[in-house]
Every structure is written in structure tokens, then in C-alpha cells.
């Protein structure tokens, strides 16, 4: 097993091996058919097959055999391919009890083979594993305990004791740990919110979690549908949420069950404070090289997989917003929260993806996996900013970036996120919708840009545009104004007075005069454009 000694003393196990993996996961989610390395076969990593991509060489990994019955042909390239690779084990599912006939071709492989029931879903799967693998794992006896692993020995041992499946979950409803022992009943809540790490969605369920967080101790609740009753108690340190535990409540749950709950309960409190703590690390680390990515100072090769993404995976930058007026320490404090409301969103349908805040502005990266996920990423932009402003009480507007070939692009997907959200806050307040891409406001975005450029060369930025303001400023007329009004309505007169409020006879007048008085010919198109294009982008006057 792979190990190091940190500063602390600590050894951290660094790979999880395939005994421990079986042991927290259970045979109710994975099935051991054949390891011909032995049970103590390292696992690091869990891989998706996808049937177009060549197996990369990732020695100690775990793939998901996506898309393969086992009684095909495929099935047996893919397992010979596995040991190519230097794969440590191969999932497949059951397909009628059809997952055996590979135990042999795996033994010859030397891959470990492991079967789940085809109701499973692989993105559920994936998550489980993937969670599993990554919860902070320290060498038992020495300093620290293992957070995750710990929750998961205590849920077993709080099983054993009272007598009935449990649970322990986060006041989110994430499933942290749950009891593997045999032979304990189970009902479809407990199955369905096992496979998700997350407890089903339900009024009934929603009800039950209020019982539980406003009463002191010890809940006894009903049966839900067609489910068992549970038994249960909240998690708390310091007069805080930590979570709570379940117990399924077959009626044959000790006598003492709810003196052994209530004293799990307080040890579940530490483990949790310890997880929370070492998520909160992770989230950390994942801020830190995401602002690196959009600085462009970091390697996307090395950068990638420690944000579960590969190098050319498609990716779009969001880039989250106050558009309302604050004041610096307010403003501070609500942008802290801003970006745990986005943080939470995103998470909880991209998974840990990165969530940075930098400069007032929280960017979240998250993965583009195919063109209806790009279309509906619009919709979730805008949810997320009406939720926060509806939570912060201030407006917040969403600018998305274009989607990128891989993390190696990302600076130019903020760019294009940067001037959305300049666009939709104006003069610092939202004007028009929440949440855009950059493709809806191109010619927008294009302007802005346009106006940078001339504005950074002297050369390109004189003309006639600098006379009009000069002649406004000191006779006090509105030259720019109507100059920029009538050019606007495409020099329809009638048009160009109902932007300025006057009657087109006065409209009429004004151009006479500036013509007059500063020789600017606007029949000429030339002339026209550039006018239009100095007094939009640099005077950023207003008609």
C-alpha cells in the first residue's frame, strides 16, 4: 500500500486498496467475481471507458466498463486491454448473470473483475467510488484518525450494536458513511440514497428532517411509502448542524438503542468537524489552481486530473457578480457568501469542479460535455444569480465564456466571462437579463473591445468626436448627444428625436447647428462610422 510520512507524523494512505474499497462500498453495490493480484491490489483512480478512446496506461486504476455487455466480444478485447494498461480492476454489470463468463479472461489478465446490478447507474457508480477513493484516509492509531474512514467503521459499529442499517449524513443530505454489515434489512429509500450519496427528494422527507433538527434528542419517525421506520438523532457540536444519523427500525432494534444512538451521535460530531475540515482543504486547493489556470500560469496537463477533468476536456469559465452598490465591507461579506451559493449549486450537479474568488468576481469552471449541456448551462447561470440575489438581497448578473478545447484555454473563456459581466452590470446596476453568453451579447462585446483598442492607440482615438465634447462642455449644448441619437436610429430623424425626448424639428436643428459650427459632414459614411464608433466606444455617450 502506498504510504508517506507527512510533517505531522502522520503516514497518509495514498491508494485505497481493493479490500478496503469492498469494505466501505459493500456487497450490496460491488460484487468481487475474481483477483487474481489479491485483495490488497492498490486502487487509485476510477476511469469511464468510452468505446472511441484508446485505454490510457493508468497502473492501479479501476474502470467502469461503460457501454459493454460481458457475454460480447468487446467484453474480452476490453479486459486484455485493462492488463495492457496496468489496470487494477474492471466493473461490469450483471446483463442477466452474464458478468461470470469474464472471470476467466480476467484471471489470465491479471485484472480483478467486479460486477454491479444493472439498475445502477454508472454516473451514480462512478460518484460512489470516486468519493470513496478520495476521503482522507491516515493509518489507524496514529494522529488524527481517518475522517471518512472513521464515519464509516462507527456506522458499522453503530449497526451492530442497535441493531439496524444506519446511516450518517450532512445537513445537505449527502450520504457521508453508511453501515456494510449482512443481512440487515433495507428498504428502497435507504438502497436509492446509498447509490446517489444523496437521500431522495421528497415532502415527506423534507418534513421528517424538520422534526429532526428542531427537537432535542432522540426522533422516532414513521415509515415512508413503502419504506421502514427509522430511528434517529441529529449531530451537533457547539449548538451547530453537523448532520444526523439514521437507523433503519425493523422492530427488532436493541433496548438500549437510543442511549448507543445518542452516544454515536457524539462521536459522529468530531469525524464530521474533521471531514468537513478536510473538504474545506480540497476546496481550497481546487480555488488555488483554478486561479491559476485563468492567470495562465498553469500546466493544464498537471492541472487537470487534480480537478477530475482530462487536459482537452471542453470547458466554459462563469463568472458571478454583486451588480448592485455596496459598500466595501458589505460588499466583501456578501461575495464570501456569493460564492458558497455558487460553490453549492455547481457541486451539486458538476460535483467538485473549482469555485474561485478573485478580485469580487466568483468563477466557476465547469465541464462541457456536449452541446444540450452547453445550452442548459445558460439556464443554470441565471437560477444560480436570481437564487443569490434573492439571498443576498443584491442584484448579481452571470456572464458566460465561450466553451474551450481544455483547461490550456480557460484565460480566454474568462475573458469573454469578464466582458459579459461588464456589459450586463453598465453603470453598476443589472440592466436586462441575469445570466448571458458571450455569443448573445457578441456585437456588444465587440464594441467593448473595439473601444479598448482605440483607446490604448493615441493614434486611433483622434477625430472630430474630441471637438463635439469640447463644444458641449463649453457652450453647454448637447451636440454628442444628438450626434450619437441620430446615428443611432440609422439617421432617421423622426427616430433619432424620440430617443432625445424633443420634436424632430429641434433634433433638426441641433445638427445644423454642430455642422455649422464644427464642420462635420455626416453624409459622408466614412466619416458617419468613425464619428458613431468614437462616441460609442470612448465617449461612451449616451443619446
Not at 459499529?157 to 449482512?182: C, M, N, V, W
Not at 455547481?346 to 468576481?361: D, N, T
Not at 447561470?381 to 465561450?402: E, K, M, S, T, Y
Request: glycine fraction near 10%; include cysteine; proline fraction near 5%.
Amino acid at each position: 500500500m502506498d504510504q508517506r510520512t507527512s510533517q505531522s507524523g502522520t503516514r497518509e494512505i495514498r491508494a485505497c486498496s481493493l479490500a478496503q474499497l469492498l469494505d466501505v462500498l459493500g456487497q450490496s453495490v460491488l460484487r468481487l467475481l475474481t483477483a487474481p493480484a489479491g485483495l490488497s491490489a492498490p486502487v487509485t483512480e476510477a476511469l469511464v471507458h468510452d468505446v472511441h478512446t484508446p485505454l490510457p496506461r493508468t497502473p492501479d486504476g479501476l474502470l467502469l466498463a461503460v457501454g459493454v455487455r460481458p457475454a460480447e466480444p468487446e467484453a474480452h478485447e476490453l479486459v486484455r486491454a485493462a492488463g495492457a494498461a496496468g489496470l487494477t480492476a474492471l466493473v461490469v454489470k450483471e446483463h442477466g448473470g452474464t458478468a461470470a463468463a469474464l472471470a476467466d479472461a480476467a484471471e489470465a489478465h491479471g485484472v480483478a473483475l467486479l460486477a454491479v446490478d444493472e439498475d445502477v447507474s454508472w454516473h451514480h457508480l462512478h460518484l460512489l467510488i470516486a468519493s470513496t477513493l478520495n476521503a482522507p484516509r491516515t493509518v489507524a492509531g496514529t494522529a488524527g484518525g481517518a475522517a471518512l474512514g472513521d464515519l464509516f467503521s462507527l456506522a458499522n459499529a453503530l449497526a451492530a450494536a442497535i441493531g439496524g442499517a444506519t446511516a450518517i449524513e450532512d445537513p445537505r443530505q449527502r450520504i457521508f458513511a453508511y453501515s456494510t454489515l449482512p443481512d440487515q434489512p433495507v428498504d428502497e429509500d435507504r438502497r436509492q440514497g446509498i447509490l446517489g450519496l444523496q437521500v431522495p427528494d421528497g415532502p415527506e422527507n423534507s418534513a421528517q428532517y424538520r422534526m429532526l433538527y428542531r427537537g432535542p434528542g432522540i426522533c422516532r419517525l414513521p415509515a415512508v411509502g413503502d419504506g421502514l421506520p427509522r430511528l434517529a438523532v441529529a449531530v451537533r457540536a457547539g449548538g451547530e448542524t453537523l448532520g444526523s444519523i439514521w437507523v433503519v427500525d425493523t422492530g427488532t432494534l436493541a433496548k438500549d438503542a437510543e442511549e448507543v444512538l445518542a452516544q454515536g451521535a457524539s462521536m459522529a460530531a468530531l469525524h464530521l468537524l474533521q471531514a468537513r475540515a478536510a473538504e474545506e482543504l480540497v476546496r481550497r486547493q481546487h480555488g488555488d489552481l483554478l486561479r491559476r489556470v485563468l492567470d495562465g500560469g498553469a500546466s493544464a496537463a498537471l492541472v487537470a486530473p487534480q480537478l477530475g477533468l482530462r487536459e482537452d476536456d471542453p470547458v466554459r469559465v462563469v463568472a458571478f457578480a454583486l451588480a448592485g452598490d455596496l459598500s466595501v465591507p458589505s460588499g466583501e461579506q456578501a461575495a464570501l457568501r456569493l460564492v458558497e451559493l455558487v460553490r453549492l449549486q455547481c457541486e451539486a450537479r458538476y460535483g467538485q469542479h473549482a469555485c474561485v474568488l478573485v478580485g469580487g468576481i466568483v468563477y466557476a469552471l465547469l465541464p462541457v460535455p456536449d452541446e444540450r449541456s452547453e445550452a442548459r448551462q445558460r439556464g443554470l447561470a441565471a437560477d444560480i444569480a436570481r437564487q443569490a440575489g434573492h439571498a443576498l438581497r443584491v442584484p448579481v448578473v452571470a456572464g458566460l465564456g465561450g466553451v474551450v478545447r481544455g483547461l490550456a484555454e480557460a484565460t480566454a473563456s474568462r475573458v469573454d466571462a469578464d466582458l459579459v459581466l461588464r456589459i450586463l452590470t453598465g453603470g453598476g446596476r443589472p440592466d436586462g437579463p441575469v445570466a448571458a453568453t458571450v455569443a448573445e451579447l457578441r456585437s456588444k462585446v465587440t464594441l467593448l473591445r473595439l473601444g479598448e483598442l482605440l483607446a490604448d492607440r493615441p493614434q486611433l482615438a483622434e477625430g472630430p468626436w474630441r471637438r463635439v465634447l469640447a463644444y458641449d462642455a463649453e457652450h453647454g449644448t448637447e451636440y454628442a448627444r444628438t450626434y450619437l441619437a441620430y446615428l443611432d436610429a440609422g439617421c432617421d430623424m423622426a427616430r433619432a428625436a424620440r430617443l432625445l425626448a424633443v420634436h424632430p424639428n429641434t433634433c433638426r436643428y441641433r445638427l445644423r447647428q454642430a455642422q455649422a459650427q464644427l464642420g462635420i459632414d455626416v453624409e459622408d459614411p466614412d466619416e458617419r462610422l468613425v464619428l458613431w464608433l468614437h462616441l460609442r466606444t470612448l465617449a461612451r455617450t449616451a443619446p
